[in-house]
């Protein structure tokens, strides 16, 4: 009989964390994810037809006593959460104009209900994943020394999805897990990705969102002027025989002058979100909400599949082998 597992998710999104750690962690294990936390409510819809019979709270985590957010009562318990970037990365920092990652007005103190959730429910296993920036962020030491207060023990790495997980997506995220009663490390054979990303895109043919000579013309005015005015910013055309895309950002919905755009005959046009799917390694079994805003929304704010299966299946196999050993379990620390 395989080992139980029940996930929670805050700060779920569209489920793209969820999602490739639940994979990789049915690998070795029987997994339910049984409730996830997410502020909006487009996410939260999307959740829900995903895992019918899941527990949903939507609404700012820090609107939530511990005590309110689900938690299982049988098997291995773990946390996934994804602790909003927003004041960690470079765009979000520059944006605005951050001295340091906690000053952000909506995501700064997030860390803070994150760990009150870990204190009171104990789950056996925690990932918390973010830009590698964050690491270096007042939030991550404090994150560390609480984790360690209440008796996890942690590793953390810099996935590289590119270089390390056979991603044509150039796209890094931090990662800590936290466990108890054990330390789970993590050895891992970098596999770079080195084929064409014309593989990944739909077939060529008619397209109906190629975009014009006039909207060609207004992209490369709009930029000329913002180099001029000193910023670094350059048109990034795909070719179906490179073997790289650069990162998509949550916004790409709205077809900034940038891109990154594919190249269509003489002309370009925007990537597509199943296409978006694809270079972020999912499979076609990863179902987006039918809307092209909330579907790129979710890709662009979310991590890239290959290197979470990878990591969920090494926590499975490493959960199976009888490592946590459930006879050592604490009880839950209350404040």
């Known amino acids: 009989m395989k080992t139980q597992i029940s996930l929670m998710e805050l700060f779920a999104g569209g489920g793209t964390l969820g999602f490739s750690l639940v994979r990789g962690l049915s690998e070795a294990c029987d997994v339910s994810q049984i409730s996830a936390n997410e502020i909006e409510p487009r996410y939260v819809r999307h959740w ?12 700012g985590v820090a609107k939530f006593h511990p005590s309110e957010l689900s938690r299982p009562t049988q098997g291995v318990t773990i946390l996934a959460a994804g602790i909003p970037c927003t004041g960690a990365s470079s765009a979000g920092i520059s944006k605005n104009a951050l001295s340091r990652a906690e000053d952000h007005l909506t995501a700064g103190h997030l860390f803070i209900p994150t760990l009150l959730y870990v204190r009171r429910h104990r789950p056996r296993v925690v990932v ?4 590698p920036n964050y690491a270096k962020t007042a ?27 056979d991603t044509p997506t150039e ?3 931090w990662v800590l897990i936290a466990t108890l009663e054990s330390s789970f490390q993590w050895n891992y054979s970098a596999t770079p990705h080195d084929r064409e990303i ?20 207004a992209h490369d005015r709009y930029l000329a002027r913002k180099q001029a005015e ?21 916004t790409y919905h709205k077809k900034h002058a940038v891109g990154p755009w594919v190249r269509s005959g003489d002309r370009y046009r925007h990537l597509r979100p199943r296409e978006i799917a694809r270079l972020h390694g999912f499979p076609e079994s990863f179902t987006l909400p039918d809307g092209k805003v909330s579907a790129i929304e979710i890709l662009g ?20 082998a009888g490592r946590p050993n459930s006879a050592q379990l604490g009880q839950a620390v209350l404040f």
């Open 48 to 59: 829900a037809s995903l895992h019918p019979t899941g527990d949903t709270f939507c609404g």
């Open 128 to 131: 918390f994943e973010n830009v």
């Open 139 to 165: 939030s991550a030491t404090v994150v560390r020394e609480a984790l360690a207060t209440a008796g996890y023990s942690f590793t953390e790495y810099v996935l590289n999805a590119f270089a390390e997980f």
């Open 171 to 173: 796209r890094k995220r």
């Open 198 to 217: 014309g593989a990944y895109l739909d077939p060529e043919g008619v397209d109906s969102d190629i975009e014009s000579p006039e909207q060609v013309a």
């Open 230 to 250: 000193g910023c670094g910013w350059r048109k990034v055309v795909l070719q179906r025989g490179d073997r790289r895309t650069p990162t998509f950002v949550r």
């Open 301 to 320: 704010q979310g991590v890239c599949y290959n290197p979470f299966f990878a990591l969920g299946k090494a926590l499975g196999e490493w959960i199976a």
